[in-house]
């Protein structure tokens, strides 16, 4: 494979999930979308737009730049969710188990209003800002003209 990852995570479904995951998660709030982390027993995702996004069109555009953000950000291969799960739940890396840091965070991506009028790239690089890592470099326009209004 070429660096990423193409392994399924599960989705979250249930109500009792979300529910964890935002009283219990990390919050990190941007002007484009809202990301929650749960250290959890495995991994799993899941794309929230809700009816202040937009309506059903608004909401699905909004819902596959979250997806895409995801999959080609710092999320989209295993060592970049080490990172992330090292970052936010450092505890994790000290605990002796079969399974690895990567596979014990739970991610919920909440779209805000704002996603409608953004790019993908936009919302990839504000994704990975929030969770810590730098923009790409091969965008550094992108970058320099969305710094000034964070």
């Known amino acids: 494979m070429t660096g990423r990852d193409r392994?399924?995570?599960?989705?979250?479904?249930?109500?009792?999930?979300?529910?964890?995951?935002?009283?219990?998660?990390?919050?990190?709030?941007?002007?484009?979308?809202?990301?929650?982390?749960?250290?959890?027993?495995?991994?799993?995702?899941?794309?929230?737009?809700?009816?202040?996004?937009?309506?059903?069109?608004?909401?699905?555009?909004?819902?596959?730049?979250?997806?895409?953000?995801?999959?080609?950000?710092?999320?989209?291969?295993?060592?970049?969710?080490?990172?992330?799960?090292a970052r936010f739940f450092p505890e994790t890396g000290t605990q002796t188990s079969s399974r690895s840091a990567e596979e014990r965070l739970w991610i919920v991506l909440v779209a805000r209003h704002a996603i409608l009028g953004a790019s993908s790239r936009e919302v990839q690089q504000e994704l990975d800002r929030l969770l810590g890592e730098d923009a790409p470099a091969a965008a550094p326009l992108e970058h320099s003209r969305d710094a000034a209004h964070r």
């Open 7 to 85: 392994r399924p995570w599960r989705s979250l479904r249930h109500r009792s999930e979300f529910q964890k995951v935002y009283e219990h998660g990390v919050k990190k709030v941007g002007r484009l979308l809202v990301v929650y982390l749960l250290q959890a027993d495995d991994t799993a995702r899941a794309v929230v737009a809700s009816r202040k996004v937009g309506g059903a069109v608004q909401r699905n555009r909004a819902k596959r730049l979250l997806r895409e953000a995801r999959l080609l950000g710092v999320l989209g291969d295993r060592d970049g969710v080490r990172s992330v799960s």
